[in-house]
C-alpha cells in the first residue's frame, strides 16, 4: 500500500530556533497533504490543508507566520515551526492524499521536544 | 507502517440503515479514537473511548472497544446521505504515539 514517511521522527531543540519536517509520499503523487498537531491526551487537531503549488490553508486559530508550510511538489510538504517555543511541544503528524482524493495515508508523525 | 486495520475497506448502504465499521489493531494501547473524513478536508475527531472503557456513545454514534480481542467498532445508526465519508481509527500506545488504520469509505445512498 501506499507509504507517507515523515522526518525526523523526532525532535530535540533550544527555544528560538526553527525546526522542519518533512512529509513525503513514497509510491503515489499526493495533491493535498494535511499537518495535524496532537496536544497530550487530546485528539488531533487539524492545522493546516495543503495544496501542490498553492498557499496553504490554514486553520482558525493557527498561526500561519509561526508554522509555515511549503508543498512545493507533488511528493513533498513541509512543515516549519519557526521561533519554537516550550509550548509547541507536540506530536506532528501529516497525511497525504493520493487518487482518489477521498484516500489518505498517514504519516508515523514526528515528536517535537521545545527546550 | 499502520497497525490499525479497518473493515470493510468500502461499505455502501441505504440512508436509515446502520453502518458498522471495524478496526483491528496489534499492540496495547491507551485509547482508541475514531475520526471522519470528507472527501478532500482534513480529519475530524469523533470519539476517543480509553482502554478501560468497553462503549461509549455520542449521538447516532457508538463505540466498543475489546481489548482481549484488540478491536473496536463504530455504528453509526440510522444513516443519512450527509454520514457519507471515510472514517479511519486511530490507536495511541505509549506516550502520543498515534498511529491510523486504513480506513472504511462509507457511502450512504438517499
Known amino acids: 500500500g501506499a507509504v507517507v514517511s515523515q522526518h525526523p521522527s523526532r525532535v530535540i531543540c533550544k527555544s528560538g530556533t526553527s525546526v522542519k519536517i518533512e512529509c513525503r509520499s513514497l509510491?503515489?503523487?499526493?495533491?493535498?497533504m494535511f499537518w495535524y498537531r496532537q496536544f497530550p491526551k487530546k485528539s488531533l487537531m487539524l492545522m493546516a490543508t495543503?495544496?501542490?503549488?498553492?498557499?496553504?490553508?490554514?486553520e482558525q486559530g493557527v498561526e500561519k507566520d509561526k508554522f509555515l508550510i511549503n508543498h512545493a511538489s507533488l511528493t513533498l510538504s513541509t512543515l516549519t515551526v519557526t521561533s519554537a517555543h516550550p509550548e509547541d511541544s507536540s506530536f506532528y503528524i501529516c497525511s497525504a492524499g493520493g487518487a482518489p482524493v477521498e484516500t489518505q495515508y498517514f504519516g508515523p508523525g514526528t515528536r517535537l521536544l521545545v527546550l | 507502517s499502520q497497525q490499525g486495520e479497518e473493515d470493510p475497506q468500502a461499505l455502501s448502504i441505504q440512508e436509515g440503515e446502520n453502518a458498522t465499521m471495524n478496526c483491528s489493531y496489534k499492540?496495547?494501547?491507551?485509547?482508541l479514537q475514531w475520526y471522519r473524513q470528507n472527501s478532500g478536508r482534513g480529519l475530524v475527531h469523533l470519539i476517543l473511548i480509553r482502554s478501560n472503557e468497553r462503549e461509549k456513545h455520542s449521538g447516532r454514534l457508538r463505540v466498543t472497544l475489546d481489548t482481549s480481542k484488540k478491536s473496536s467498532s463504530l455504528l453509526i445508526t440510522a444513516s443519512r446521505a450527509a454520514d457519507t465519508a471515510s472514517y479511519f481509527c486511530?490507536?495511541?500506545?505509549?506516550?502520543?504515539?498515534?498511529?491510523f488504520g486504513t480506513g472504511t469509505k462509507l457511502q450512504v445512498i438517499p
Open positions: 495543503s495544496n501542490e503549488g498553492s498557499k496553504a490553508t490554514y
Open positions: 486511530a490507536t495511541e500506545e505509549g506516550y502520543q504515539k498515534v498511529t
Open positions: 499492540t496495547s494501547i491507551n485509547n
Open positions: 509510491d503515489f503523487q499526493a495533491t493535498t
